[in-house]
């Protein structure tokens, strides 16, 4: 474009550009940042102690229930989740290492909706695995009461 259109089509559009940076964008406000609650820690000693959490929830003696035995789908070599356990821990390290892939599947605020439960709990949250867990008398259902004591515990 040539001629005088052209000169004012180019001062409108500078004028428009001058306007819409003048305008800038409003600020929003989001509040503060949101705080992330803090990690979930029942009792170590629980969780490893024989007929405690590992016992009961994790290695049961009912292998078909079990999450890490016969290479289960939650080993720390096979695993298919971010729930990847040593299935035989001999060492406290095993076993600390255990615990804290564990307590991040903890809600200590409501327990019972813990993904340590949910996930095997039949009904509850969708399991590859399957439901694994079937209660059929709450509150007494195991291994998901002893979970909840021992989330209440700490």
């Not at 609650?37 to 009912?62: E, H, K, L, V, Y």
């Not at 909706?113 to 695995?129: C, F, N, Q, R």
């Amino acid at each position: 474009m040539r001629g005088p259109g052209a000169a004012r089509f180019r001062l409108l559009l500078l004028g428009l550009a001058g306007l819409a940076g003048l305008s800038g964008c409003p600020t929003v406000d989001v509040g503060d940042m949101p705080i992330s609650p803090p990690p979930c820690r029942p009792s170590f000693q629980t969780f490893m102690m024989s007929g405690g959490i590992w016992d009961t929830a994790i290695n049961p003696p009912d292998q078909s229930k079990s999450c890490v035995a016969m290479n289960g789908c939650h080993t720390s070599d096979t695993g298919r989740s971010a729930l990847r356990l040593i299935p035989m821990p001999v060492s406290d390290t095993d076993w600390q290492a255990n615990y804290e892939v564990v307590t991040r599947f903890l809600n200590c605020s409501q327990p019972e909706a813990s993904p340590l439960i949910t996930k095997p709990e039949a009904g509850t949250d969708p399991h590859v695995g399957g439901d694994l867990w079937q209660c059929t008398n709450p509150p007494d259902c195991e291994p998901e009461k002893t979970i909840i004591e021992w989330i209440n515990a700490r």
